[in-house]
């Protein structure tokens, strides 16, 4: 579990991130949600240390990481696993070897073995034939699946998915969502998934956090989304037609 | 951002780099493929600058000097000491700094901007010392043999410019190579050539590291990279110049 207590971000003059809380639990997908610049990915950045808070404290399972030993907070960052907007998989290195390259770096394991685990991963997010090409050569959604592979190789505790829909098409988008379900119900992270899509937030958002103007404007689960009064946060749902005829159907329903 | 901020930041790098590798063994098979990309594919531009420098410097010195109260054998001393004491030491370093150091700022900042140093930060990785400490191992233990190689060539190249043409015979010139040979000339620009070996790689190293934005920064980065880099190497060069041979 991860607990986020009264987190506050400022760069420069701006302040991204105003006291924060939130609870992410394990073996869910914990959604953080809002609109482009609301500050959902540097609130995700300051959770797995790549930004240094003002104010406020990450615990991961009780032990407040900005307060860990150098040494300590490393070892937290092997439990983690990120899959980045980007992918951010390394050009210069195949398939095979981005997905290898968490064990080959901290694992214990023969050359052998570890080739095994990587395919495995690759096997787990059904890309496994496009193991000998390099990031160049495969498509948004096949690198999208193999930086989820990476994530994954060293069975970390806690998943991070940074836009994991951004530039895909809908159809591989619903299987990145439904890969990401899979992996936190077979591996029970504790996942935390940070998106503006609505269709994913309705796929796989068990526990969801709206973030408006750098604070917590919201937190509950889907079906409590579809049902709220919270003015921007309905602003935010139903901007598109779909979610607006979702909404309307919901009304006549009633 | 002022300049001791930028030199802060720097020292923070540097002492982030000198870290102790997670993995000897990928550590030294990384230096070893940035030893490949970094130096050895360096040699062609190295090689070819250095024999035609060499050529021009012969030629000119005894374009210059063309007067019977000067031996012959001096164009040949002249050449030597031009080549070993300047050109192989500190024009080749300004040259790789244009080089190497674009090449290592532009493939740091891609890698920034694309998140890829963000990840290795997360895995636990010391993204500083994996990605800089090879490339600077590298250079170090390479830069030197090409600029042995730049001087070998640069002398051949002086001297088959200046036998060919005939403004020098081979005995005199061979005879202008050898007279007051000092060793410690050449372990000068060794040491030069370390130095500015080290220079390059850090100085393009951190214009990459701090990479902010998109591919248009990461294009200031490089140009940076190489134009920092040489004005460091100049500030270098005279002050070891002033230090070892004075």
């Known amino acids: ?254 | 951002m002022g300049m001791i901020v930028h030199f802060g930041r720097y020292l923070n790098l540097l002492r982030e780099t000198f870290s102790r590798p997670e993995r000897w063994s990928i550590f030294w098979r990384r230096t070893v493929e940035e030893m490949d990309l970094l130096g050895v594919q360096s040699l062609g531009i190295v090689a070819l600058l250095s024999a035609f420098m060499g050529a021009v410097i012969t030629i000119q010195t005894k374009t210059n000097i063309d007067s019977p109260l000067i031996q012959a054998w001096v164009v040949g001393f002249a050449t030597r000491q031009s080549v070993i004491l300047e050109f192989s030491p500190t024009v080749i370093s300004l040259i790789l700094a244009g080089k190497v150091g674009s090449n290592i700022a532009a493939e740091i900042g891609s890698m920034r901007v694309k998140e890829q140093i963000d990840a290795l930060d997360i895995m636990g990785v010391n993204s500083a010392s994996y990605l800089i400490l090879p490339k600077l191992a590298a250079t170090t233990m390479i830069n030197p043999f090409l600029v042995m190689i730049s001087m070998f060539l640069g002398i051949f190249g002086g001297w088959l410019a200046g036998v060919q043409s005939g403004v020098i015979s081979s005995e005199d010139f061979i005879m202008g190579i050898q007279t007051g040979f000092k060793p410690f000339h050449v372990t000068y620009a060794l040491v030069k050539t370390v130095v500015f070996a080290f220079i390059i790689t850090t100085v393009s190293a951190y214009q990459g590291y701090y990479t902010r934005g998109g591919t248009r920064e990461v294009g200031i980065s490089s140009t940076r990279a190489v134009v920092y880099s040489n004005v460091v190497i100049l500030l270098a060069n005279l002050v070891l110049t002033r230090v070892l041979l004075l």
Not at chain 1, 138 to 149: E, L, T
Not at chain 1, 150 to 171: H, K, M
């Open chain 1, 1 to 254: 579990m991860i607990v986020v207590e009264g987190l506050s971000k400022r760069f420069g003059n701006t302040q991204v991130l105003t006291a924060i809380d939130a609870a992410f639990h394990k073996g869910r997908v914990n959604q953080i949600i809002g609109r482009s610049g609301s500050g959902k990915s540097v609130l995700a950045k300051c959770m797995v240390g790549l930004y240094q808070p003002e104010e406020g404290r990450v615990l991961y399972e009780g032990r407040s990481f900005h307060d860990m030993e150098e040494e300590e907070r490393r070892q937290v960052r092997q439990r983690i696993g990120m899959l980045f907007q980007g992918s951010a998989l390394f050009d210069s290195l195949t398939v095979l070897e981005n997905v290898m390259f968490p064990l080959r770096m901290f694992g214990t394991m023969a050359k052998s073995e570890m080739q095994d685990r990587a395919h495995e991963c690759l096997r787990l997010v059904r890309i496994q034939e496009k193991d000998g090409l390099f990031p160049a050569q495969i498509s948004g959604g096949m690198q999208k699946r193999v930086g989820i592979a990476r994530a994954i190789v060293l069975e970390p505790e806690y998943l991070f998915c940074d836009e994991p829909n951004s530039g895909l098409d809908p159809q591989t988008a619903i299987v990145i969502d439904d890969l990401i379900k899979e992996l936190t119900e077979s591996l029970g992270t504790t996942t935390v998934v940070i998106t503006h899509d609505m269709n994913s937030v309705m796929e796989t958002g068990e526990h969801i956090l709206f973030i408006h103007q750098g604070r917590k404007w919201w937190e509950g689960d889907r079906e409590a989304l579809l049902h709220t009064d919270n003015k921007e946060l309905i602003e935010f749902v139903f901007a598109g037609n779909l979610m607006r005829q979702v909404k309307e159907a919901m009304t006549r329903g009633r």
